[in-house]
């Protein structure tokens, strides 16, 4: 073997090794981020698709208006429970549910017996719009929605009907690491009762959005929701725009909060200091997982300081791009 051989084989090794310690230690790094933030994705270990929506997680929560069906389809050897409502299976892989003409909370429960494995699926059953009087439900101001949807789009077309909350149902989780508390208005309760709207596209891009910040070695084991859902009055009481994707309940403003816990953004990008480049860097995470996947189209906003609130961003699901906010 020449001298040149040698030392190209050698080189060749070299780089090779090289290559296979640098993949070690991502893995390694890898590994202790996942055992030293043990975070959970909540994940059922399978898929079920509940009214066109794919659910992965161990429990969800979906709306329907009174007497909807809602069409789920489940792998195979699945079983399916319902508290409440007519549940019709049509195939080993389909099912049928009927919502009941009450509004309110019903549970059901998806079980795979041979790998164990559940899913949990809390449908709220909508209070109808129709029933709102003088921009009131039960004496709880809703304000009024815009008559045309904006730019003719679906996505801002009136809801039909929103979901009654009372403290009974008010902590019920919503995905995995979220619960309907943390998308209420900020409007006082009337009467012990106040109402609200989520969209469960919203939940699967928030789950996604934590997952990822684990993922960058970020402890959170929810998102602080500064804003979730708002009533048109609220919504107009704060000068906010008509057509806000809030008052549709798809769309959130949130942070980082968890080290410590203490009503603001947490330092994330690890600078030393907790201004707007946290929300830059929050707000570049998402619009790295909307180039990923075309579902997560939407809005994102970034934030800074003012003497009312830290540095957040703003997402959505308008089902079309939209940015703003960023430097």
Request: glycine share 10%.
């Amino acid at each position: 073997m020449s001298a040149m051989t040698k030392s190209g084989r050698l080189s060749r090794i070299g780089s090779f090794t090289g290559r296979y310690w640098k993949v070690c230690a991502a893995l390694l790094l890898l590994a202790r981020h996942s055992l030293a933030y043990g975070f959970d994705s909540g994940e059922a270990g399978f898929t079920a698709v509940v009214g066109g929506l794919q659910v992965p997680y161990k429990v969800m929560a979906v709306t329907a208006m009174p007497g909807e069906e809602l069409v789920i389809k489940v792998p195979k050897a699945t079983a399916a429970t319902a508290a409440m409502g007519a549940l019709v299976k049509d195939s080993e892989t389909r099912y049928r549910w009927t919502a009941p003409q009450r509004s309110g909370l019903v549970t059901l429960e998806l079980t795979r017996a041979i790998e164990q494995q559940r899913m949990t699926l809390n449908i709220f059953v909508l209070r109808p719009t129709a029933d709102i009087r003088d921009d009131k439900l039960d004496g709880y101001r809703i304000g009024q929605y815009p008559q045309q949807a904006y730019r003719g789009l679906a996505a801002y077309e009136a809801p039909s009907g929103l979901v009654e909350v009372t403290s009974a149902v008010m902590d019920t989780p919503l995905s995995p690491h979220f619960t309907l508390r943390q998308f209420l208005c900020k409007q006082a309760a009337v009467n012990g009762k106040e109402f609200m709207l989520f969209r469960p596209e919203l939940l699967l891009k928030l789950e996604t959005i934590l997952r990822k910040i684990n993922e960058r070695g970020v402890t959170a084991d929810t998102l602080f929701i500064m804003s979730g859902y708002r009533t048109p009055h609220y919504n107009a009481s704060i000068g906010n725009s008509k057509n806000s994707r809030h008052i549709y309940g798809g769309a959130a403003d949130w942070y980082v909060d968890m080290s410590p816990k203490d009503g603001r953004m947490d330092d994330v990008n690890r600078d030393g200091k907790i201004d707007r480049k946290d929300a830059g860097y929050l707000y570049s995470l998402v619009e790295g997982l909307s180039k990923e996947s075309e579902w997560f189209k939407g809005g994102i906003g970034e934030y800074g300081s003012t003497a009312s609130h830290g540095p957040f961003v703003h997402v959505d699901v308008r089902g079309q791009r939209a940015r703003w906010g960023r430097r």
